[in-house]
């Protein structure tokens, strides 16, 4: 019996099965959790279907984060498969490519900076609002994937690097906000991981051969260890851990000189 049995989560941001999203919802499948999915546009739709099926479910939701009505259709129908809610997993972000790209103040736009925001930072407490009810005092759990460009300036980040950081402080308002009513609300800071995503950031594989190059751990991590992490997080044995963020970055955060 693994320590996920009986919990019931919500899996957003899988696109393919080098996703982080995905690596989450095959240790948590793995530890006994039931999983539900989300895909965003039909060109998605059969893709996380079969992915959704390899971990015995059936439940796929179509969202796109940008709706209101849309968020509150997803749960809605949500409700029609499940009772209650222990967990959300919330791996999505965007900003425009153009702003992925060259020196932050010359590529940045009042638009492209309010995309990357609601789509990477408050869809979080959108879903989190949405998911409320079906998640009271049932001691479950948020967890949301961020990155170091939070707190660090790296090139190229850009845009993405404010949206994350403004994501972290969601960790922290929601934990405050929705802890009295047990539920937890933390954030895992992923290393860079070749992703769908992470392929729009420019010169992405000089970020990649650095960590390998100077990580204490010498290697770059894996979706199965930030995967692992997030099923940790969202199990009982870390109940006593909220508003907190996670470094899975084979030790990067740690070091003084980039």
């Given at each position: ?5 009986n ?8 696109a393919s ?31 996380v ?40 997993v ?21 638009e ?27 001691n ?10 939070a ?77 692992n992490?997030?099923?940790f ?26």
């Amino acid at each position: 019996m693994g320590f996920m049995t009986n919990k019931r989560i919500l899996i957003t941001g899988v696109a393919s099965n080098r996703s982080i999203a995905w690596g989450a919802a095959q240790a948590m499948r793995r530890e006994g959790a039931e999983l539900a999915f989300t895909y965003q546009g039909e060109k998605l739709q059969g893709r996380v279907t079969d992915l959704a099926a390899s971990c015995d479910s059936n439940i796929v939701l179509p969202l796109d984060v940008s709706s209101d009505e849309q968020i509150n259709v997803c749960f809605d129908s949500l409700a029609e498969h499940w009772d209650g809610l222990d967990g959300i997993v919330h791996s999505i972000a965007f900003a425009p490519k153009e702003e992925l790209e060259g020196n932050y103040v010359d590529v940045l736009t009042r638009e492209g900076s309010r995309v990357a925001h609601d789509i990477s930072s408050y869809s979080f407490a959108a879903l989190a609002k949405a998911g409320r009810d079906m998640m009271r005092g049932l001691n479950g759990a948020l967890i949301a994937m961020s990155y170091l460009g939070a707190v660090r300036a790296v090139p190229n980040y850009n845009v993405m690097g404010v949206a994350k950081a403004s994501l972290e402080a969601n960790v922290r308002y929601l934990a405050a906000a929705l802890g009295p009513e047990g539920t937890r609300v933390n954030a895992i800071s992923a290393g860079p991981i070749r992703t769908l995503a992470a392929a729009g950031i420019a010169d992405f594989r000089s970020m990649l051969k650095q960590v390998e190059e100077r990580t204490p751990l010498r290697r770059n991590v894996t979706i199965d260890e930030v995967g692992n992490a997030a099923a940790f997080l969202c199990s009982d044995l870390a109940s006593g851990i909220t508003g907190d963020i996670t470094y899975v970055d084979t030790g990067y955060h740690i070091l003084g000189l980039g």
